[in-house]
């Protein structure tokens, strides 16, 4: 229809056809994302990817012939500035995959049973280029980063190249908060947090808040059940 926008296209791989139906049900009832297609396996969905181009790619884990994993490596290594941005459903006893499902290219994580506005939401989040984890997974990952070793003896040393505001909105990213709270928490603006945030993943070399979650992790700068401290704004 002339005048309105183009809509977001998707690509559904999981093995099982009820849930594929179920999850292709739900994003063809709405008017701006479209299923252009099903892969009832990892190694069809990498296919698919290549011949599709679709937007976002709602990758199952544990998936016959070819699992969720190595075909997210497969299709954001065939070219990371274009490929689709794929969300990953994973459930409780899937979540020693999240890590490197996060290192393969993954834009979010979802439990399957996420609510309808939950999924909605997550590709729409991926298709805007951002990422997006279930909080319920977020925790759990965080359990694993911090059960992998011992604390690091010392910072990285790119922390000290962010500014106070930009430490101090990275550790509330960290710490899971998102944008319109770290705004009604520091009392500033949704869009200076984005604007701060951006220069402090640009100085780390991080590609999203995802990654933020992640580096903060590996690093120790926090654990688990810790809220970041707040820091003095700056003047």
Same mark, same amino acid.
């Given at each position: 229809?002339?005048?309105?926008?183009?809509?977001?296209?998707? =690509?559904?791989?999981?093995?099982?056809?009820?849930? *594929? /139906?179920?999850?292709?049900?739900?994003?063809?009832?709405? !008017?701006?994302? /479209?299923?252009?297609?099903? /892969? !009832?396996?990892?190694?069809?969905?990498?296919?698919?990817?290549?011949? =599709?181009? !679709?937007?976002?790619? &709602?990758?199952?884990?544990?998936?016959?012939?070819?699992?969720? &994993?190595?075909? %997210?490596? *497969? $299709?954001?290594?065939?070219?990371?500035?274009?490929?689709?941005?794929?969300?990953? #459903?994973?459930?409780?006893?899937?979540?020693?995959?999240?890590?490197? +499902? #996060?290192?393969?290219?993954?834009?979010?994580?979802?439990?399957? @049973?996420?609510?309808?506005?939950?999924?909605?939401?997550?590709?729409?989040?991926?298709?805007?280029?951002? +990422?997006? $984890?279930? !909080?319920?997974? %977020?925790?759990? =990952?965080?359990?694993?980063?911090?059960?992998?070793?011992? /604390?690091?003896?010392?910072?990285?040393?790119? &922390?000290?190249? =962010? %500014?106070?505001?930009?430490?101090? $909105?990275?550790?509330?990213?960290?710490?899971? #908060?998102?944008?319109?709270?770290?705004?009604?928490?520091?009392?500033?603006?949704?869009?200076?947090?984005?604007? @701060?945030?951006?220069?402090?993943?640009?100085?780390?070399?991080?590609?999203?808040?995802?990654?933020?979650?992640?580096?903060?992790?590996?690093? @120790?700068? $926090?654990?688990?059940?810790?809220?970041?401290?707040?820091?003095?704004?700056?003047?």
């Amino acid at each position: 229809m002339t005048g309105t926008a183009k809509p977001v296209t998707v =690509l559904v791989a999981d093995d099982q056809a009820l849930v *594929r /139906a179920a999850l292709v049900a739900l994003l063809d009832s709405q !008017p701006d994302l /479209a299923v252009v297609a099903q /892969a !009832p396996n990892g190694a069809a969905a990498v296919e698919l990817a290549r011949d =599709l181009a !679709p937007d976002v790619l &709602l990758m199952d884990i544990r998936m016959p012939v070819m699992d969720g &994993l190595e075909a %997210t490596r *497969r $299709i954001v290594g065939d070219s990371p500035e274009t490929a689709p941005r794929v969300v990953v #459903l994973t459930t409780y006893d899937l979540d020693e995959y999240v890590y490197d +499902a #996060l290192g393969a290219g993954a834009y979010g994580f979802l439990l399957k @049973h996420a609510s309808p506005e939950e999924l909605l939401l997550a590709v729409r989040v991926a298709a805007a280029g951002n +990422a997006l $984890i279930s !909080p319920a997974v %977020t925790r759990r =990952l965080i359990e694993a980063f911090t059960a992998r070793g011992p /604390a690091s003896p010392r910072p990285p040393v790119a &922390l000290g190249r =962010l %500014t106070t505001r930009e430490r101090e $909105i990275f550790d509330l990213v960290a710490g899971g #908060l998102t944008n319109t709270e770290i705004a009604r928490t520091l009392l500033i603006a949704e869009t200076t947090v984005k604007t @701060h945030l951006g220069h402090a993943l640009e100085k780390l070399g991080l590609r999203d808040r995802v990654h933020a979650v992640v580096y903060a992790y590996e690093n @120790h700068l $926090i654990t688990p059940g810790d809220r970041p401290a707040r820091r003095r704004p700056d003047t």
